[in-house]
């Protein structure tokens, strides 16, 4: 009942803006690139530029910015008639973004069409609001979130030995699969990167983010905002480039969700784009053959290995060229999982065969050990139809036993 009631707006009157005028902020070289402008393609003009106290559609007040990317900035913000704390995702403008624009909406209003109770619907991240920005140079999307804290990668990052704790990880699993399971039967939804040279959307460590349940870490986020402005960049233009500022460790953490549908698919033809980051890889994009929502599971269990131990599953590697070949990843995961039915290698039009003597080894022990590999075998199959449904998989028996 108490994370339902963070998510609707509180009745009453509207909070007041709150006066950003603190002069004393750290003033950064115009010579010294950003956050954004790190990014080798990047142009200033494609960004609308935020300044913290504007307030947008009458309604959310920005705060102070919580980070970046390629194609957009974001922002925690107030919303007013809602009084409560959200997050702004503001979109480089529609010119740059094309009909990329309109495909992460759509996916997020497609999820919240379905109307069926589901234990993984609140497991999927929730868009609140969604509308369009006039800025200098065109017009931004803006898209309205509950805030989250850190991603798992990150929460990974914590631990000094680059490793979840097996209580920590079947958490995070259970959840991660109940959304799956959500996005696979009843969104009909498949939550892939939509190309295997971009960085973005599949399912990693830091697309699974954690809620928080501590609200108090907003309000520690304006009072340092306020009495100790973030260090920005004074472009000659007008334009301003805020530091990025993390959130406090809230004290009551929320529930992990999985986020970032800007390159999901609909699963309702035959599939057969490149697409995944070259580590998480199934072997059916590698071959050229038909993919379905079963490059999910597959891209699950390479990222557990992430979590879990150190060090990718699969690399792809080539020594000789240095380089990644998708022979050399196809070679490793013979090395794991035998030779390839030969109805994949035929359905595929291309197969490469060469092999390598790697093996990998878990750090668990005994009975655990046994379990959590008879889990990982239910992910990494090479054929698809072998692969254990999301369903199946958040009743595991390894989960079940480390929750």
């Not at 969700?257 to 070259?278: M, N, R, T, W, Y």
């Not at 890889?281 to 979590?307: F, H, Q, Y």
Request: glycine share 6%.
């Amino acid at each position: 009942m108490a994370s339902l009631l963070r998510r609707l707006p509180w009745p009453g009157r509207a909070w007041r803006p709150i006066t950003f005028s603190n002069p004393n902020f750290t003033r950064i070289s115009l010579d010294e690139k950003i956050e954004e402008e790190l990014f080798p393609d990047y142009v200033a003009s494609h960004y609308y530029p935020v300044r913290v106290g504007e307030v947008l559609r009458d309604r959310y007040q920005i705060v102070g910015k919580l980070g970046f990317g390629a194609t957009s900035t974001v922002w925690l913000a107030r919303d007013l008639d809602g009084r409560r704390h959200v997050t702004l995702k503001l979109v480089v403008n529609s010119e740059s973004m094309g009909k990329q624009l309109e495909h992460e909406l759509s996916m997020y209003r497609h999820i919240s069409s379905s109307v069926v109770k589901h234990p993984g619907r609140e497991a999927v991240r929730n868009l609140l609001d969604s509308f369009d920005v006039a800025g200098p140079d065109g017009s931004h999307r803006c898209l309205v979130h509950p805030p989250l804290w850190e991603s798992a990668l990150t929460f990974l990052h914590r631990n000094p030995v680059r490793r979840l704790p097996s209580p920590v990880l079947a958490f995070i699993l259970r959840r991660l699969f109940l959304a799956m399971d959500f996005l696979h039967s009843e969104c009909q939804i498949i939550h892939t990167d939509g190309g295997a040279d971009c960085h973005g959307t599949d399912i990693k460590a830091d697309n699974i983010m954690f809620g928080i349940n501590d609200d108090s870490v907003f309000t520690k986020f304006e009072e340092q905002e306020l009495h100790d402005p973030s260090p920005r960049k004074l472009v000659d233009d007008g334009r301003v480039i805020y530091l990025s500022r993390e959130l406090q460790m809230p004290k009551d953490w929320g529930a992990p969700v999985l986020c970032d549908f800007g390159s999901a698919v609909i699963d309702d033809k035959e599939h057969l784009e490149d697409v995944q980051p070259d580590v998480y890889r199934a072997p059916e994009v590698i071959l050229e053959a038909s993919w379905s929502n079963k490059i999910d599971i597959w891209n699950t269990g390479c990222m557990i290995w992430d979590l879990f131990e150190v060090g990718h599953l699969f690399t792809g590697q080539d020594a000789e060229h240095e380089t990644y070949r998708s022979r050399a990843h196809l070679a490793e995961i013979a090395v794991l999982l035998g030779q390839p039915p030969k109805a994949l290698l035929q359905s595929g039009k291309s197969s490469h065969k060469f092999f390598t003597d790697q093996e990998r080894e878990t750090q668990l022990e005994g009975e655990n050990r046994k379990k959590f590999l008879a889990m990982m075998w239910k992910m990494l199959q090479w054929d698809p139809v072998k692969r254990s449904s999301a369903k199946e998989l958040a009743e595991d028996e390894w989960i079940m036993d480390n929750i």
